[in-house]
T-cell receptor, first 113, second 111 residues
Framework: DTGVSQDPRHKITKRGQNVTFRCDPISEHNRLYWYRQTLGQGPEFLTYFQNEAQLEKSRLLSDRFSAERPKGSFSTLEIQRTEQGDSAMYLC???????????FGPGTRLLVL | GQNIDQPTEMTATEGAIVQINCTYQTSGFNGLFWYQQHAGEAPTFLSYNVLDGLEEKGRFSSFLSRSKGYSYLLLKELQMKDSASYLCAVKGGSTLGRLYFGRGTQLTVWP
């Protein structure tokens, strides 16, 4: 039973560059979430997909952030024109159709220089 | 707004029992979760409470009182590997499922 996977695990970029992260949820989990976590804080919700439909977006998700889940399986999160304040751990989680628990991936740690 | 409060840090010794409290104020309530997170790793699911009362799972138990907006996580027979951050998270009133997390309680277990 494979868990949620995320790629890359670490990303260092220069301010102003674009970055894209990928999340592969647990097979047949139709709900997918993105969160962001900074040091000493709990995860903060960014966005939610049910199958391919993006049903909710946080106000934290500025115009520079976009997420997709084109075929209802894997998802991508893109950050354009990165800023130093975007440095954080980006976590992906998935939930089965009939279930409540969100299972988290290992995260992508982003550092913007 | 949503408010989830838990202590920032706790310490305990191996073999002891520790209780981590969480209070919450949210618009709507559809369940409370506890996650364990080791440094640099993803949160790992520990427990889920949606009804009042105690849920026991091995060395870990979780309690919920919806009327008081209160939960606790009880860890028994502490081991060094239990040193981690423990996150309290509430699923709000929306059916969409987003979780609201507290800041986490950093537990240090001493030998």
């Amino acid at each position: 039973d494979t868990g949620v996977s995320q790629d890359p695990r670490h990303k260092i970029t220069k301010r102003g560059q674009n970055v894209t992260f990928r999340c592969d949820p647990i097979s047949e989990h139709n709900r997918l979430y993105w969160y962001r976590q900074t040091l000493g804080q709990g995860p903060e919700f960014l966005t939610y997909f049910q199958n391919e439909a993006q049903l909710e977006k946080s106000r934290l998700l500025s115009d520079r952030f976009s997420a997709e889940r084109p075929k209802g399986s894997f998802s991508t999160l893109e950050i354009q024109r990165t800023e130093q304040g975007d440095s954080a751990m980006y976590l992906c989680a998935s939930t089965p159709t009939a279930g409540e628990t969100q299972y988290f991936g290992p995260g992508t740690r982003l550092l913007v220089l | 707004g949503q408010n989830i409060d838990q202590p920032t840090e706790m310490t305990a010794t191996e073999g002891a029992i520790v209780q981590i409290n969480c209070t919450y104020q949210t618009s709507g309530f559809n369940g409370l979760f506890w996650y364990q997170q080791h440094a640099g790793e993803a949160p790992t699911f520990l427990s889920y409470n949606v009804l009042d009362g105690l849920e026991e799972k091995g060395r870990f138990s979780s309690f919920l009182s919806r009327s008081k907006g209160y939960s606790y996580l009880l860890l028994k027979e502490l081991q060094m590997k239990d040193s981690a951050s423990y996150l309290c998270a509430v699923k709000g009133g929306s059916t969409l499922g987003r979780l609201y997390f507290g800041r986490g309680t950093q537990l240090t277990v001493w030998p």
